[in-house]
């Protein structure tokens, strides 16, 4: 027979392996500062936190942008903007989630291109929390399409800033 005790572990450890996943962590990256500029456009990242991306090194320095796209655009072609700098060096990613305005892990996001919502570089990536956020997204502002990070190539942002959505 259980006793009372063991009845309540049971029971709290039972609602854990069913209860549904928890939503991804808020990250703790570094801010930028009023004079950082995002190292693909050259904006003023500060001016636009809804849309801040970071990239966090080994050493702790961290790179900032205005927005998904730009964000993208650097980790595809890392010479070009960020020489000496190497993917294997990254720590984190972070992109501003659209709802909560958190900055999330940008491998676990869902981003969402095609919509009536522009960036401050226009068309963007818009970063989402969960598929369900990103299809409610989706129909309330006429998306193209849901993608995921490994789902975005070197093409496709530059597409964007042409107003091409596949």
């Not at 027979?1 to 990256?29: G, R, T, Y």
């Not at 995002?38 to 990242?45: A, E, S, Y």
């Not at 990239?55 to 903007?81: I, P």
């Not at 409610?136 to 070197?154: C, M």
Request: glycine share 10%; aromatic share 10%.
């Amino acid at each position: 027979m259980l006793k009372p005790f063991n009845i309540l572990l049971l029971i709290i450890a039972l609602s854990a392996v069913v209860s549904e996943p928890a939503l991804s962590e808020q990250l703790d990256l570094p801010k930028p500062g009023i004079k950082d500029t995002c190292p693909v456009c050259g904006m003023f990242v500060a001016k636009y936190p809804e849309w801040i991306g970071t990239v966090l090194y080994k050493d702790g320095h961290a790179h900032h942008f205005d927005g998904a796209k730009d964000l993208f655009k650097y980790l595809q072609d890392l010479s070009k903007w960020a020489p000496g700098h190497q993917l294997s060096n990254i720590t984190a990613i972070g992109v501003t989630e659209y709802y909560g305005l958190k900055l999330i892990d940008a491998r676990k996001a869902y981003y969402v291109i095609g919509s009536d919502v522009l960036g401050p570089m226009g068309h963007e990536l818009i970063p989402l929390e969960t598929l369900e956020d990103a299809k409610e997204f989706l129909a309330d502002h006429g998306g193209e399409t849901i993608l995921q990070f490994d789902q975005i190539d070197a093409e496709l942002p530059g597409k964007l800033d042409d107003g091409v959505f596949k």
